[in-house]
């Protein structure tokens, strides 16, 4: 009870104060779809409910309702037909209709094709909001007979959240796990499942979907039905209530109280829902983050009541990777929307090439067509205009025209230079019903192009997005929000990172000497680009470029470096699949960087291939990578080499491809080998690529410049712990310089927190350590250190700690902590290995995980994993076990499995107790797995492990041999039946005997009509069942249903009469779960 009491329950009970109407079915499986207002476990949209709000949101001017039974059943057709169409084309079908849906005529007004709302979006309290728990769907032909969903949203009876609530318990440790996999279920999304050839799962529920959240209570979360476990966020806003409020609650009270207001959950999927393109991946659907809603509604009220231009402006300072496209697009949306901001004319201002591109595939989801300003004639035709539209303008259209000089001129001035205008760019519009969205907005606030634009909209509003605003008292005047107005919503570095929005970066510093092989290589190099110069000038020269110019263009360093990232990818980023960008001092050094990357990585293949024993899959992968030089076009005399990179790379789809993950077995995938994207401006901002995990930079960055690059690094991903940037050329100061920037002295210490060194995770890293000798010193396992380190006196002392370690973590919530704790710890290994400093935390981190595996397979807990932990450290683990002759891969042995008694003697060698353990869980996991085959025998099975472990407590040897005995009973199953009756028609008795009768007790004299109901119940389900399409098929299933209604009317029992249409219910139940056993002993009497 307690998922339902802890999480459920209390789950509802907010949404009943928020105004929704709940429907609480308590715990049990629900035997009649009435009360969840539907006719039939097959519905997942709400007839009635839907009927009756779409018809009562539907008015003519003079309020009366238009809408025929005949159009609301066309309606209702429209959404629950999607023939043909995946689950992600059928969601964005039915969002469109929940936007606009159409009928043939008004038959009151005459009007032809009139739209119809299916919610009112502008009035919440109109529309019908119903949460109901224990929404069963019946899912015939599939695995599963039904579908139960935790509690379903729906609004005018369509489903649009659907929230799996769960809680830590026997078998299982990790409940937020589960409730996605359990979704994922209902949604038909797992690849196991349909690589095996079953169905699960009802996906129609999911067409209208927004949401789906998961909870355990403490923590909750919310994503698509496209998201992955790693996009799935939390919700820390109550905008528009004070978010002082939400203090004391926790992540699942937060989430409702924000999310899942009537008017929130209606604006979210209104405005800040949209579908899109992913680079080098597929289409997914996107739900705004807490940050994006709560910024664009606060610009949305600063609209409102903003006086002048100044108040209405602002700055929405958002750190890089957290989404501002999104944010600018659903407030277009939002303003798109309103009745009173819709007469807005947008304007999206950019200042780079690819940006441009960017945004503009972005702005096309505000819907609608986009103009994108071409010229500066466009800019004067399209923006003086009073259209309401979206257009897109790269700023440096706002360039003031020049004066060419006459050669008159020029030869008298001495200089062909054109001359600035004499006048200034001048106005452009002067309404105040535009709205200047400014990307990036701190890299061209103070140039002339910004004072053009202001000067071209004197009365626009002007809300300026940025992930590094010009704060600190240097700038003076050109402080971001001096320009634009004050801050409207802040959203930083360690916001995102603390969010898992985003991921912390970790920073390697590596001197020149560091990075190469021979310090000599360096100095020959820069003596031999200088030799014609004496000793005094060397200094000189050595002393004021360091490591600029032609030095970084040297070929010997650059190979040097090239050996030492190829050997840091290949060991530290490779293993998890991941990529790298290599940031170059000048477009030479990119081609020169190429082909030292490409050396560097065919050396380290022959030294692969030399080896004793090479690694295949190794070699494999090494021969797969590529690299790409991704650079800008020097116009009509650019060198011959630069064209020649530029060209291949276009073949190659450079950029698209280096987005998509490794393809090694795809043949026409080859290009998705590219794991180097070598680079010198482009790409250094705007650039979204999650699957990019290092940076390598061998070039002086400063400022805005600096950290807008290394933020490449810090998109998440599954299996991505934390971005990483390798310095070439000693940017440790500048880095701290470009914090200062946007960072007043209380803030910098928070922001050098989120760009970590590689050393400063060894603290972290001890620190979880000693949580983890905690947790078990706690749980009195006092040599758990000396075990973990190996510094026991032998095999049967650590067999001893390993034993009393396990049995420590008997209760879920323990096995729950000790697995959270490992993890964190395993995430940091992951992130420092090979890195030497690792070394002292080999061997704990191996022993730690034969603890998790033992666990595992003692208490039959399928949720402990190491998913997460990183492929370098599953890596050390797995070896290590099946060192030790276990294979991590392959599942814990099953109770009926003929070798389960040897192998629990191995698991267990000679201590009884721990045979005890793993017995007893195998047995209740047994009956879990079949309880639904015969509840009755499976359910009396789990009382008799109850009652042994009560009698016999601390009688470990007497335990193991009566529970042998009952696992012998759980592997045979019943074996016979009733005095007088067969054995498959007891099975049926001793269940419906349950449902049918109050505490499963049938008076003496029906007794025996009951068993021979059960016989003819049987002999029944055998004749019919065994047809071809026979749990396909509802007709045949509803003919059957109703002759066992007959029969059991026809027994005269008046108890068994009033619940024959539950107990009808569970016997079709129990003999789909039973159709191998009822159809055997057919098939038998054919042969």
């Given at each position: 009870?307690?998922?339902?009491?802890e999480?459920?329950?209390?789950?509802?009970q907010?949404?009943?104060?928020?105004g929704?109407?709940?429907i609480?079915?308590?715990?049990?499986?629900?035997?009649?779809?009435?009360?969840?207002l539907?006719?039939?476990?097959r519905?997942?949209?709400?007839?009635?409910?839907?009927?009756?709000?779409?018809?009562?949101?539907?008015?003519?001017?003079?309020?009366?309702?238009?809408?025929t039974d005949?159009?609301?059943d066309?309606?209702?057709g429209?959404?629950?037909?999607q023939?043909?169409?995946?689950?992600l084309?059928?969601?964005e079908?039915?969002?469109?209709?929940?936007f606009k849906a159409?009928?043939?005529?008004?038959?009151?007004?005459?009007?032809?094709?009139p739209?119809?709302?299916?919610?009112?979006?502008?009035t919440?309290?109109?529309?019908?909001?119903?949460?109901i728990?224990?929404?069963r769907?019946d899912?015939?032909?599939?695995?599963?007979?039904?579908i139960?969903?935790?509690?379903v949203?729906f609004?005018?009876g369509?489903?649009?959240?659907?929230v799996?609530?769960?809680?830590?318990?026997?078998?299982?440790?990790n409940?937020?796990?589960?409730?996605?996999?359990?979704?994922?279920?209902?949604?038909?999304?797992?690849?196991?499942?349909?690589?095996?050839?079953?169905?699960e799962?009802?996906?129609r529920?999911?067409?209208?979907s927004?949401?789906?959240?998961?909870?355990?209570?403490?923590?909750?979360?919310y994503?698509?039905?496209?998201?992955?476990?790693e996009?799935f966020?939390?919700?820390?806003?109550?905008y528009?209530a004070?978010?002082?409020?939400?203090e004391?609650?926790n992540?699942q009270?937060r989430?409702i109280?924000?999310?899942?207001?009537?008017?929130n959950?209606l604006q979210?999927?209104r405005?800040?829902?949209v579908?899109m393109?992913?680079?080098?991946?597929?289409?997914i659907k996107v739900v705004?983050?807490?940050q994006?809603?709560r910024a664009?509604?606060?610009i949305i009220?600063?609209?409102?009541?903003?006086?002048?231009a100044m108040?209405?402006?602002?700055?929405?300072?958002?750190?890089?990777?957290?989404?501002?496209s999104?944010?600018?697009?659903?407030?277009?949306?939002?303003?798109?929307?309103?009745?009173?901001l819709?007469?807005?004319?947008?304007?999206?201002?950019?200042?780079?090439q690819d940006?441009e591109?960017?945004?503009?595939?972005?702005?096309?989801?505000?819907g609608?067509?986009?103009?994108?300003?071409e010229?500066?004639q466009?800019l004067?035709?399209?923006?003086?205009?009073?259209s309401s539209?979206?257009?897109m303008v790269?700023?440096?259209?706002?360039?003031?025209h020049?004066q060419?000089?006459?050669?008159?001129?020029?030869?008298?001035?001495?200089t062909?230079l054109?001359m600035?205008?004499?006048?200034?760019?001048?106005v452009v519009?002067?309404s105040?019903?535009?709205?200047l969205m400014?990307?990036e907005?701190?890299?061209?606030?103070s140039s002339?192009?910004?004072?053009?634009?202001?000067e071209?909209?004197?009365?626009?509003?002007?809300?300026?997005?940025?992930?590094t605003?010009?704060?600190?008292?240097?700038?003076?005047?050109r402080?971001?929000?001096?320009?634009?107005?004050e801050?409207?919503?802040t959203?930083?570095l360690?916001?995102?990172v603390?969010d898992?929005?985003?991921?912390?970066?970790?920073?390697?510093?590596?001197?020149?000497?560091?990075?190469?092989?021979?310090?000599?290589?360096?100095?020959?190099?820069f003596e031999?680009?200088?030799?014609?110069?004496s000793e005094?000038?060397?200094l000189a020269?050595k002393?004021?470029?360091?490591a600029?110019?032609?030095?970084?263009?040297?070929?010997?360093?650059?190979n040097?470096i090239?050996r030492?990232?190829?050997?840091h990818?290949?060991d530290?980023?490779?293993?998890?699949?991941f990529?790298?960008?290599?940031v170059?001092h000048?477009?030479?050094?990119?081609i020169?960087?190429?082909?030292?990357?490409e050396?560097?990585?065919?050396?380290?293949?022959?030294?692969?291939?030399?080896?004793t024993a090479?690694d295949?899959?190794?070699l494999r992968?090494?021969?797969f990578?590529k690299?790409?030089?991704?650079?800008?076009?020097d116009g009509?005399n650019?060198?011959?080499f630069i064209?020649q990179?530029r060209?291949?790379?276009?073949?190659?789809?450079?950029?698209e491809n280096?987005?998509?993950?490794?393809?090694?077995d795809?043949?026409?995938?080859?290009y998705?080998g590219?794991?180097?994207?070598?680079?010198?401006?482009?790409?250094l901002?705007?650039?979204?690529?999650?699957?990019?995990?290092?940076?390598?930079?061998?070039?002086?960055l400063?400022?805005?410049?600096l950290?807008?690059?290394?933020?490449?690094?810090?998109?998440?991903?599954?299996?991505k712990?934390?971005?990483?940037?390798?310095d070439?050329?000693?940017?440790?100061?500048?880095l701290?310089?470009a914090l200062t920037?946007?960072?007043a002295s209380?803030?910098?210490?928070?922001?050098?927190?989120?760009?970590q060194?590689?050393?400063?995770e060894?603290?972290?890293l001890?620190?979880?350590?000693?949580?983890?000798l905690?947790?078990?010193?706690?749980?009195?396992?006092?040599?758990i250190?000396?075990?973990?380190?190996?510094?026991l006196s032998?095999?049967?002392?650590?067999?001893a700690?390993?034993h009393?370690?396990?049995?420590a973590?008997?209760?879920?919530?323990?096995?729950?902590?000790f697995e959270?704790y490992?993890k964190?710890?395993?995430?940091s290994?992951?992130?420092?290995?090979?890195?030497?400093?690792?070394q002292?935390?080999?061997v704990?981190?191996k022993?730690f995980?034969?603890?998790?595996?033992?666990?595992?397979?003692?208490?039959?807990?399928a949720s402990?994993?190491?998913s997460?932990?990183?492929?370098?450290v599953?890596?050390?683990?797995?070896d290590h076990?099946?060192?030790?002759?276990?294979?991590?891969?392959?599942?814990?042995?099953?109770?009926?499995?003929?070798?389960f008694l040897?192998?629990?003697?191995?698991?267990?060698g000679?201590?009884?107790?721990?045979?005890a353990s793993?017995m007893?869980?195998?047995?209740?996991k047994?009956?879990?797995?079949?309880?639904?085959?015969?509840?009755?025998f499976?359910?009396?099975?789990?009382?008799?492990?109850?009652?042994?472990?009560?009698?016999?407590?601390?009688?470990?040897?007497?335990?193991?041999?009566?529970?042998?005995?009952?696992?012998s009973?759980a592997?045979?199953?019943r074996?016979?039946g009733?005095?007088?009756?067969?054995?498959?028609?007891?099975?049926f008795?001793?269940?419906?005997?349950?449902v049918?009768?109050?505490?499963?007790?049938?008076a003496?004299?029906?007794?025996?009509?009951?068993?021979?109901?059960?016989?003819?119940?049987v002999?029944?389900?055998?004749?019919?069942?065994?047809?071809?399409?026979?749990?396909?098929?509802?007709?045949k299933?509803?003919?059957?249903r109703?002759?066992?209604?007959?029969?059991?009317?026809?027994?005269?029992?008046?108890?068994?009469?009033?619940?024959?249409?539950?107990?009808?219910?569970?016997?079709?139940?129990?003999?789909k779960?039973?159709?191998?056993?009822?159809?055997?002993?057919v098939?038998?009497?054919?042969a």
């Open positions: 009870m307690s998922e339902y009491t999480v459920e329950q209390p789950f509802l907010q949404l009943q104060a928020q929704w109407t709940v609480d079915q308590g715990t049990v499986v629900p035997q009649d779809p009435m009360p969840s539907r006719s039939s476990f519905q997942w949209l709400l007839p009635e409910v839907f009927d009756a709000a779409v018809r009562s949101i539907n008015r003519t001017d003079d309020g009366r309702e238009w809408l005949k159009q609301l066309d309606l209702r429209q959404l629950l037909r023939p043909n169409r995946t689950l084309e059928a969601n079908a039915v969002q469109a209709l929940l159409q009928v043939d005529s008004n038959e009151l007004t005459g009007e032809a094709d739209i119809v709302r299916l919610i009112d979006f502008h919440p309290e109109n529309n019908r909001f119903h949460a728990n224990q929404f769907i899912t015939p032909g599939c695995v599963r007979a039904f139960i969903p935790d509690i949203l609004v005018n369509i489903p649009l959240v659907v799996e609530c769960k809680k830590g318990s026997a078998t299982c440790a409940p937020m796990q589960e409730a996605f996999v359990q979704l994922q279920r209902y949604m038909r999304k797992r690849k196991e499942t349909a690589a095996a050839g079953l169905t799962g009802e996906p529920l999911f067409h209208s927004l949401l789906l959240i998961r909870s355990c209570g403490l923590e909750a979360d994503g698509t039905i496209t998201s992955g476990e996009h966020y939390g919700w820390k806003t109550l528009p004070n978010d002082a409020a939400s004391g609650m992540a009270q989430l109280a924000g999310m899942l207001t009537r008017h959950l979210i999927l405005t800040s829902s579908f393109d992913t680079d080098g991946g597929p289409r705004c983050r807490y994006q809603f664009a509604n606060k009220e600063r609209l409102r009541s903003g006086k002048t108040e209405r402006g602002g700055v929405v300072w958002h750190t890089q990777g957290s989404g501002k999104l944010t600018m697009v659903f407030l277009a949306r939002m303003l798109r929307a309103s009745r009173d819709n007469d807005y004319k947008v304007i999206l201002v950019n200042d780079r940006l591109e960017q945004l503009g595939e972005t702005a096309t989801l505000i609608g067509r986009v103009n994108v300003i010229t500066r466009d004067r035709k399209h923006l003086a205009t009073e539209d979206i257009n790269m700023v440096h259209k706002f360039q003031e020049k060419t000089l006459t050669n008159t001129v020029a030869e008298a001035l001495g062909y054109a600035p205008s004499g006048k200034t760019f001048g519009n002067t105040d019903r535009i709205i400014i990307d907005a701190h890299r061209t606030q002339d192009l910004g004072e053009n634009l202001f071209a909209f004197p009365n626009a509003t002007r809300i300026a997005f940025t992930g605003p010009l704060l600190t008292e240097r700038h003076g005047e402080k971001t929000h001096k320009r634009f107005g801050y409207i919503d959203y930083r360690l916001d995102a603390n898992g929005a985003t991921l912390q970066i970790l920073y390697e510093g590596k001197t020149a000497d560091s990075a190469l092989t021979e310090k000599h290589a360096f100095d020959q190099a031999d680009l200088f030799r014609d110069r005094e000038e060397l020269i002393k004021k470029y360091g600029t110019g032609d030095i970084l263009e040297a070929e010997n360093r650059i040097a090239a030492d990232l190829v050997r990818y290949i530290n980023i490779l293993p998890n699949g990529k790298a960008q290599v170059c000048s477009k030479l050094a990119c020169r960087y190429q082909a030292g990357i050396a560097a990585i065919a050396e380290r293949i022959e030294q692969e291939q030399v080896k090479p295949a899959d190794l992968r090494l021969r990578l690299t790409a030089v991704v650079v800008s076009s009509t650019e060198a011959a064209t990179a060209k291949q790379a276009a073949r190659m789809g450079a950029v280096f987005c998509r993950g490794f393809d090694l795809d043949p026409d995938k080859e998705s590219i794991a180097f994207l070598i680079v010198c401006d482009m790409l901002t705007g650039f979204d690529a999650p699957i990019e995990q290092v940076m390598y930079i061998d070039k002086k400063r400022e805005h410049t950290l807008q690059a290394i933020a490449r690094t810090n998109r998440v991903k599954k299996g712990q934390r971005g990483y940037v390798v070439y050329i000693g940017l440790a100061n500048h701290t310089d920037l946007y960072a209380d803030e910098l210490q928070e922001l050098h927190d989120g760009m060194n590689i050393t400063s060894l603290p972290v001890e620190e979880r350590y000693q949580r983890l905690q947790h078990f010193t706690a749980l009195g396992v006092r040599s250190g000396a075990f973990v380190t190996g510094t032998g095999l049967e002392a650590d067999a700690v390993v009393e370690a396990v049995k973590l008997k209760d879920e919530k323990l096995r729950a902590d959270v490992l964190k710890f395993l995430m290994m992951d992130i420092i290995l090979p890195h030497p400093s690792a002292p935390y080999r704990p981190a022993r995980g034969y603890i998790l595996q033992v666990t595992k397979e003692r208490y039959k807990d402990l994993d190491l997460g932990a990183g492929e370098k599953k890596a050390l683990i797995n076990l099946i060192s030790l002759g276990i294979n991590p891969k392959v599942e814990p042995v099953e109770l009926l499995a003929e070798d040897e192998k629990l003697a191995a698991h267990s000679k201590n009884v107790e721990a045979k793993e007893e869980h195998a047995i209740r047994h009956c879990t797995v079949h309880h639904d085959e015969d509840p009755a499976f359910k009396s099975l789990s009382e008799k492990v109850d009652a042994l472990i009560e009698k016999h407590q601390d009688e470990w040897d007497l335990l193991v041999e009566k529970l042998a005995e009952l696992r009973e592997v045979a199953g074996q016979k009733e005095e007088g009756m067969s054995k498959e028609a007891t099975t008795y001793a269940h419906i005997i349950q049918g009768f109050a505490g499963g007790v049938v003496g004299g029906d007794k025996d009509k009951f068993k021979a109901l059960m016989e003819a119940t002999d029944l389900l055998q004749e019919t069942i065994g047809s071809i399409d026979f749990w396909q098929n509802p007709d299933q509803k003919r059957i109703g002759l066992l209604k007959t029969e059991i009317s026809k027994t005269g029992i008046d108890e068994l009469k009033q619940n024959r249409e539950r107990v009808a219910i569970e016997i079709m139940k129990l003999a779960n039973r159709h191998d056993e009822l159809t055997r002993v098939r038998a009497g054919i």
